[in-house]
């Protein structure tokens, strides 16, 4: 790319200014870096403080450029490239703002911005130790990349040649939904926030320091990363169910899977660290799971903007796809070539946890993520290697392939997640525990037993519902013991917020897993033709009629309503066209969200002469506990992150004590 062009004043001085803020921060990046790495291997308290303050100046220049280019797209400068390819006078104010990241150089520039937040974050935070240094200079590796990216190869100050009237406008897929405005930032914030974990992880494996420090400082930077990318990959559903007319939320899309994995991963290593935490165990295995976290971020970005796989969620295949699977690689190789270097380091000092234990059971489930994450992979990539291998365009994977194992790994996870808690740490002993279990057990087959005798005959809907009693009944019991032993619940809570954050967030679990179930199994769908102000239709139990069919002209494009009226209900659907988008109708559903199921109502196609309109209705049981369960999981991931009021009370031995 001419430099020349990307600082041209004449043709672009917002953007000339833009490319300006971002060619600093590179420099201020390598400049970091290279302090970050000196300080390290001097000590020198001074250089690294020096290395501190650059991270300063990124953030403010990143920021300048952020606020520039948002500038640009709100003052319809098409001047600027980026501007005049996705953006347009008449679009709303918000999809202006968030044109800033639905297209490929500024989703980059976001990414950078929010990883130059977090690095000056930590330069606040950080502690006056050996660490220090080298957690700076492995963030400044990650900045000095998406930096430089944004800066060059993916630039969004590039100026025009000749400067339009106006713009082409967004994608019509992302300006049909206000969720566009919410997913992609909670995303970038997961993804992003990984990258603090995995530099203390670089950090404790270049000064050998690999005891239990760096996981008990990581961990509310892991858990803020993880609430985070768990509240992404559910708004991504929602904006799916309310936008793409399918009345689904997750097809093992290549992109949601991209998402995805790095979610398994990072649970996974929430839950092993407390095993480190505890026991000294499993030094090894939680270094390569946040390495492997980090780099799946990066492997989900490379998808995304390759364009090598199909997906609406993917941007279109430019010259950054060979830019990121190098990063991809050298995080990797790296990863690997300093945990080979540390290996006697990283051994346990302990025997490996026994079976039946708390860490057995932690264990356990780590497997159990590892193959689900490995799997998901296999699936998202397996077109891919049968086009390079054979040069066929036509293979895939569908969702069969994926649930045939994500249903069976998905209820072998609720099982552990219920019997974990319970086990204390060490060995359990197998009498006492097959009393406390006794209960859960009880519940979950009388639970299964009553959903059998109500017609309910789908093996994981049964399976589901016997295990989600299952670890009700223990999280029940959990809480009352623990409160018990505290002096009451207040005094429970305010003692261990870490604790009941982590009972919270398993029970959105559970409502998440049953939203899932039913909503996947006892989805009912069935299309019509409704005439205009004919008598009402009956369709799955409920009567259907066509009151009204109304053109509406918008600014950015034109809408085709249909008034519909369900058992004497009104609903609106809509068919959006947009004008950067010729004649493809883009569904907006109607959706009437109930505790116990929604009623979701699309319009297909149109009478051009407004006489009639096709449309579908699907009746899908608890869909909205997938969303309500997302909001009680964060909620519960908030609240590990409160400090306790005092010191923790001390339980006995034996099963009373799992409960810590």
């Known amino acids: ?89 008449a679009s709303p104010t918000w999809v202006k703002v968030t044109a800033l990241w639905g297209a490929l150089e500024g989703s980059i520039l976001l990414w950078a911005w929010l990883l130059g937040g977090f690095t000056f974050i930590l330069s606040l935070t950080l502690r006056r130790d050996a660490l220090r240094p080298w957690a700076l200079g492995a963030m400044f590796v990650s900045l000095l990349f998406f930096v430089g990216v944004v800066a060059t190869v993916a630039s969004p100050f590039t100026p025009v040649a000749s400067v339009p009237l106006d713009g082409r406008g967004p994608n019509p897929a992302l300006q049909n939904h206000w969720m566009m405005a919410v997913h992609p930032v909670l995303l970038y ?55 793409l007319g399918w009345g689904g939320y997750w097809a093992w899309d290549p992109v949601e899977n991209a998402s995805f994995i790095p979610w398994l991963l990072t649970t996974a290593f929430l839950h092993s660290i407390q095993i480190q935490e505890r026991r000294g165990l499993m030094r090894s295995w939680n270094v390569w799971l946040i390495v492997l976290a980090y780099s799946s971020t990066v492997l989900g970005t490379f998808l995304n903007r390759s364009g090598i796989v199909q997906s609406v969620h993917a941007f279109a295949g430019g010259p950054v796809g060979p830019v990121f699977l190098g990063f991809l690689a050298f995080l990797l190789v790296s990863g690997t070539l300093l945990a080979a270097w540390r290996a006697p380091a990283l051994r346990d000092e302990t025997d490996p946890p026994a079976p039946l234990s708390r860490e057995g059971a932690f264990l356990a489930g780590n497997w159990l993520f590892l193959v689900f994450a490995v799997m998901v992979l296999v699936g998202t990539l397996f077109p891919t290697f049968v086009e390079a291998a054979q040069g066929r365009r036509d ?61 309910v005959r789908h093996a994981g809907v049964l399976g589901t519902l016997a295990l989600s009693a299952y670890n009700v009944i223990g999280l029940i019991l959990l809480s009352t013991r623990a409160a018990r032993q505290a002096g009451g619940l207040g005094a429970a809570l305010g003692a261990q917020p870490r604790r009941y954050g982590a009972y919270l967030a398993h029970l959105g679990l559970i409502v998440v897993a049953l939203g899932l179930a039913f909503s996947g199994s006892f989805r009912r769908d069935a299309q019509v033709t409704l005439n205009l102000n004919a008598a009402p239709v009956t369709l799955l139990a409920e009567r259907l009629q066509l009151t009204g069919l109304n053109a509406v002209t918008r600014p950015d494009g034109k809408s085709v309503v249909a008034d519909v009226q369900i058992d004497g ?53 608890l869909v909205s506990w997938i969303w309500w369960g997302t909001l009680i999981i964060c909620v519960g991931a908030a609240l590990t992150l409160a400090s306790p009021r005092r010191a923790t009370v001390r339980a006995p031995s034996g099963l009373a004590a799992a409960t810590d």
């Open 1 to 89: 790319m001419n430099l020349l062009n990307l600082i041209s004043f004449s043709a672009s001085p917002l953007g000339a200014l833009g490319q300006l803020s971002l060619l600093g921060a590179l420099a201020f990046s390598v400049a970091g870096l290279l302090l970050a790495v000196l300080g390290g291997l001097r000590g020198d308290a001074h250089v690294t403080e020096a290395a501190r303050r650059a991270t300063w100046a990124v953030f403010a220049l990143l920021t300048l450029g952020t606020l520039i280019l948002l500038k640009a797209l709100l003052r319809d400068d098409f001047t600027v490239r980026f501007v005049a390819e996705h953006s347009m006078r």
């Open 395 to 455: 293979a895939s994977v569908g969702p069969a392939f994926y649930n045939a194992f994500a249903i069976p790994l998905g209820l072998g996870l609720l099982a552990l997640m219920g019997v974990g808690p319970l086990l204390p740490w060490r060995r359990a002993d197998g009498q006492s525990l097959w009393r406390a279990l006794l209960p859960l057990l009880a519940g979950g087959v009388v639970t299964a037993a009553a959903a059998f005798a109500l017609g």
């Open 569 to 621: 209900r009104p609903f609106q659907a809509r068919l959006n066209t947009y004008t950067q988008g010729g004649d493809t109708a883009f569904p907006a559903p109607a959706v009437r969200y109930g505790p116990l199921g929604d009623t979701y109502l699309v319009m297909t196609s149109v009478d051009p002469r407004g006489q009639w309109a096709s449309v579908r209705l699907i009746e899908s049981p």
């Open 189 to 243: 914030l997961g993804f992003v926030g990984l990258s603090v974990p995995f530099a203390y992880a670089v950090a404790a494996l270049v000064t050998g320091r690999l005891s239990d420090h760096w996981v008990v400082v990581t961990r509310r930077w892991t858990l803020i990363a993880w609430a985070f990318l768990t509240a992404a990959i559910v708004a991504g559903g929602w904006w799916s169910y309310e936008t």
